[in-house]
């Protein structure tokens, strides 16, 4: 049994991967706003006594038949943890803004600098008309 929970863009949702005899099995249940710990835990408790489960459960779907490598699996579920990372709305939300003001800062310093540039090539040329006018 695998449980994953996840924002899906509106909602806290936990996902209940079941394996069974048939094939594997799928349960969603919604938290709502994020869930502490503890509720989590809770829910935990409750599917270990039979108690969340749906009252009609959804057709298994049929596993490979193949064996997988369990190094392989270790590294695959690693890369999925890493990608996605764990973290939270608030987490995601300064990673985001630190991007968004990096990005600010670099357009102001290219501004800036193509600006110097700008004020270079005028002075060279202001410097090159006084030398002109002078013979």
């Known amino acids: 049994m695998c449980l994953t929970v996840l924002f899906d ?3 806290w949702i936990g996902i209940l991967e ?6 594997l099995r799928v349960h969603r249940h919604v938290f ?9 835990l809770a829910f935990v408790r409750s599917i270990d006594q039979g108690v969340i489960l749906p009252a009609e459960p959804g057709a298994p779907v049929p596993l ?5 490598n369990p190094k392989r699996l270790a590294r695959e579920a690693a890369r999925a943890t890493a990608a996605r990372g764990i973290s939270t709305k608030s987490q995601d939300a300064l990673r985001r803004q630190m991007e968004n003001q990096a990005a600010a800062s670099r ?7 193509d600006a110097e540039q700008h004020r270079r090539r005028e002075i060279a040329r202001q410097k090159a008309l006084k030398r002109h006018r002078g013979h």
């Open 9 to 11: 863009g509106q909602f």
């Open 18 to 23: 079941e394996e069974c005899a048939e094939g």
């Open 32 to 40: 709502g706003a994020e869930p502490p710990d503890r509720e989590v």
């Open 64 to 68: 490979p038949k193949t064996r997988l």
């Open 107 to 113: 357009a102001e310093s290219r501004e800036e600098r």
